[in-house]
């Protein structure tokens, strides 16, 4: 998206900008991370610093960004990429959906905290969201964006097409099949195929808490370590031509989906058998819920093995995103707190956009 700032058009004169998906004026940061003498921090994984864009949920680690200007006072959290406050209103003719014009939206209406599927990667996301209301197609603005072709890394001697997905093929990063008609990377010389998030989401280089260097992301076995592959997060043996980040270092490996840019939840970020991307990569976790049936506000999280099971419809709450509470035990999944009855929720929104 870096590549993109040449396009944005200049709205505002000052340093302050009153956006459409936001009740509260924002703030330019350009060249300091400081307001009235309050420190913001960067996103930093290895500090176990989370700063998070919640129009495209990536990581905020430069400046210039947009913070809302009561987010100083812990009142709200509300931060934009400047390019993510100045998306244009409409994607025209859009390669998955060119039936009709998508319309950004900061939330589809009616959905809890603005989590939806994007229609193109499947990934939930809760950031904004292009979307033809009409058909009900959504997609996050990073798959609104989806260039015609790349080049990659895996695949260096030849371009990437963006095409539509077909039975009986498989993603060479994660081995899962391709989802019928929606879009995906090929080439058509090596009849090599890459699934959307798998191309564009996975970082070349990442940090995590458990190397001190930095991990690089591998699309096959490593010279001199062909042997049994083991990851060192969830300590599950992988297949490694599945692509995996490793540390030449320390001869460490992980899952893709294991060492997540994101620190969402420290102890819940791999769900066995789920493809190679993290799976609530696109989610930003925070702000509380309150529903009647219960006295203390319950966290938007995600869930770990600890949290046992919902209380609602008794299956596991670990690897899912849940509300719980951070006083007692109660807990119960997204979809079981999405499916209360209006007059059942009393504060939907409280510290997470606002």
């Known amino acids: 998206m870096s590549n ?8 505002h004169d000052g340093e302050i900008l009153n956006h459409t998906s936001h009740q509260h004026p924002l703030i330019l940061f350009k060249d300091q991370t400081s307001v009235d003498k309050k420190m913001v921090s960067l996103h930093d994984p290895m500090k176990r610093t989370q700063l998070l864009c919640d129009g495209c949920v990536k990581p905020i680690m430069t400046v210039p960004f947009y913070m809302c200007c009561q987010y100083v006072d812990d009142q709200c959290c509300f931060i934009l990429h400047e390019w993510c406050a100045n998306l244009p209103s409409q994607v025209q003719d859009y390669a998955g959906h060119p039936e009709h014009p ?16 994007c229609s193109i990667c499947k990934l939930q996301s809760n950031g904004f969201v292009y979307g033809c209301t009409k058909c009900e197609f959504y997609v996050d603005i990073n798959c609104a964006f989806i260039p015609e072709e790349i080049t990659h890394d895996a695949h260096p001697d030849h371009l990437l097409l963006r095409v539509k ?10 081995g899962y099949s391709l989802w019928h008609r929606k879009l995906v990377f090929h080439c058509p010389s090596c009849d090599f195929y890459i699934h959307v998030e798998c191309a564009l989401l996975l ?19 490593v010279e001199n370590h062909i042997s049994e592959y083991f990851c060192e997060i969830c300590e599950r043996e992988f297949n490694p031509w599945v692509w995996f980040y490793h540390c030449t270092t320390c001869a ?29 990569l696109n989610v930003k976790f925070g702000g509380t819920l309150e529903i009647k049936d219960h006295s203390h506000p319950l966290a938007f999280v995600q869930g770990i093995e600890r949290d046992g099971d919902c209380l609602k419809c008794e299956k596991r709450l670990q690897y899912k995103m849940i509300f719980k509470c951070l006083e007692c035990e109660f807990a119960i999944h997204y979809k079981c707190a999405f499916h209360l009855s209006v007059d059942q929720v009393l504060w ?3 510290g997470h956009n606002c």
Do not use: N
């Open 102 to 117: 998508l319309s950004l939206l900061s939330k589809i209406p009616g959905k809890l905290f603005g989590v939806f599927e």
């Open 348 to 350: 939907r929104i409280r």
């Open 4 to 11: 993109q700032m040449k396009f944005i058009s200049k709205q």
């Open 165 to 174: 997905g077909s039975y009986g093929k498989y993603c060479k990063a994660c």
């Open 252 to 280: 460490q490996s992980m899952h893709a989906a294991c060492g997540p840019l994101i620190l969402h939840c420290e102890q819940a970020a791999y769900a066995y058998g789920r493809k190679g991307v993290y799976k609530f």
């Open 203 to 221: 970082p070349k280089l990442i940090k995590h808490k458990c190397d001190k260097h930095p991990l690089s992301l591998r699309y096959g076995p």
